[in-house]
Every structure is written in structure tokens, then in C-alpha cells.
């Protein structure tokens, strides 16, 4: 059983995921395995990524959705075929410090927490900005309650205990997007405790393409995410919620 699973949707974008599989082989912490969902492309990406895993250096497990439904659905597979004791999340356009699996492992070994959160680098074509996976907070040990209200929604930049997440059913609902916000709060909740390791381990490649900067899609979905939340965490968290609705909402205005 590997330390950490790394799981990443792909839809048509193989031939994109240089940078992807460089930072990974990269790691300083070899303990690992990926898993990569194809999420039904309609180019050679399957083909192409079945054929890398049989000569990776480290594990590459690809499997393919039913049909094609976002990353959601493709994620919440590589929750059910992953098999390390860690999960986390890296999209197939991103990439990550070479040192990241290394650094939480030490965190992981050090405090013991059920979740570690680490910071992210925007990149875009002109540049790279840090940026904040909460929106308050310093680096050590949180507890639920903050990390619950100032815990940013995005998936990547989090590494959850595996075994917590499946044993209370904690995956993405079947949203087109804001899927992320009903899945963070709950995975951190079920981790039962976090730690906030202050540091810009991730680059995340900002796109004007992605689902999130559509334009045409309103605020539905996060309507929906937080419809879920109050549903599931709402007697436990109703005050963090209640200020957490407050900044994601105008974060994603």
C-alpha cells in the first residue's frame, strides 16, 4: 500500500500534462501512486495515458469513467480505485514542488493530523502569485472550527486520511461545478483534525477556459454546495458556515 495516492481527472488533455509528470517524478518522497481518470476524452488521451503508466518509473493507474460528467464524478472514482493511505488531488495541467509529499510526510509523522492544507502559486502567462489555501489563519495546528470557516474550496492544496473520507461517505456531488465546496469542509470534518502547512507547494495554472471563470454559468451550484453543507454539518458548524457562506460567496462574485 503506497503512502499517498495522488488522483487527477484528465478530459483531452494528455498531450498538456509535461509539467504534470515532471514534478512528480521529481519527488523527493517516492512512497506514491496515480491515479488518473480519464473522464470519456474524445481525442487519444486514454490511449496515450495507458500507454506512459506501462513505462512510468512510479505507479500510474488509468481508468475511465461511464460517461462523461466533469471532474466530480471523475475524482469520486479515483476516491474508490485509490490505495495509499493519503489521498490528494493534482490536477493534469498543474504542478507541484518537488519537495511537497516530502514536507507533509514530516508534518504527517511530526503532529499527526487528519488533514494537512498547504498553500498554491497562480500561474498565469505574465506571472506567479502566491496565494492562501485559508483566508485567515497561521501556519500549525487548526482547529475544526477554523479550518471549517476559513478554508478556501479549492481541491488541490489539501492532503486528506483516506480511510476517514470513505468510512463517511465523503465525495463529490453531482455538481457541474462549486463541487468542491460541498466536498472540502466535509472531507476536513471527517479528517477530525488539520494542520496549515504555510507554504506555496502547488502551482496551479490559471485558465480563462476552466468551468469556474465561465461566465454564462450563474450561482446555482454554489447555492447547491451550501445546501448540502447545512444539510451534513449545519448543527455542528452553524456559526462557521454562516460566516463562510458570507466570503465564498463574495469570493465568487
Not at 179 to 192: L, N, S, T
Amino acid at each position: 500500500m503506497p503512502e499517498f495516492s495522488i488522483v487527477t481527472p484528465m478530459y483531452n488533455s494528455f498531450g498538456k500534462t509535461e509539467r504534470f509528470w515532471e514534478s512528480l517524478a521529481r519527488q523527493t518522497h517516492r512512497d506514491f501512486e496515480v491515479i488518473l481518470i480519464d473522464d470519456c476524452s474524445t481525442d487519444d488521451s486514454f490511449r496515450q495515458a495507458k500507454a506512459f503508466a506501462e513505462k512510468a518509473a512510479f505507479p500510474v493507474l488509468v481508468y475511465k469513467t461511464e460517461k462523461n460528467g466533469g471532474p466530480g464524478p471523475a475524482r469520486n472514482l479515483g476516491i474508490e480505485k485509490a490505495s495509499g493511505e493519503w489521498l490528494t488531488f493534482v490536477d493534469s495541467d498543474d504542478r507541484v514542488d518537488p519537495r511537497l509529499l516530502e514536507k507533509v510526510d514530516r508534518v504527517l509523522e511530526r503532529e499527526k493530523p487528519g488533514c494537512v492544507i498547504f498553500d498554491l502559486m497562480i500561474e498565469t502567462k505574465r506571472k506567479a502569485t502566491p496565494a492562501r489555501s485559508l483566508y485567515a489563519g497561521k501556519g500549525g495546528p487548526l482547529s475544526l472550527s477554523d479550518t471549517v470557516r476559513y478554508v478556501r474550496n479549492h481541491t488541490v492544496g489539501k492532503v486528506y486520511r483516506l480511510s476517514a473520507c470513505r468510512e463517511r461517505g465523503i465525495f463529490f456531488p453531482a455538481l457541474r461545478r462549486c463541487e468542491d465546496v460541498a466536498f472540502v469542509a466535509r472531507a476536513v470534518d471527517a479528517c477530525q483534525s488539520a494542520y496549515y502547512l504555510d507554504e506555496p507547494l502547488y502551482y496551479y495554472r490559471q485558465s480563462a477556459s476552466s468551468l469556474s471563470n465561465d461566465p454564462t454559468l450563474d450561482e446555482r451550484d454554489l447555492l447547491a454546495a451550501f445546501a448540502i453543507l447545512e444539510e451534513t454539518l449545519g448543527e455542528k458548524y452553524r456559526d462557521e458556515l454562516r460566516e463562510k457562506s458570507v466570503t465564498d460567496l463574495l469570493y465568487g462574485a
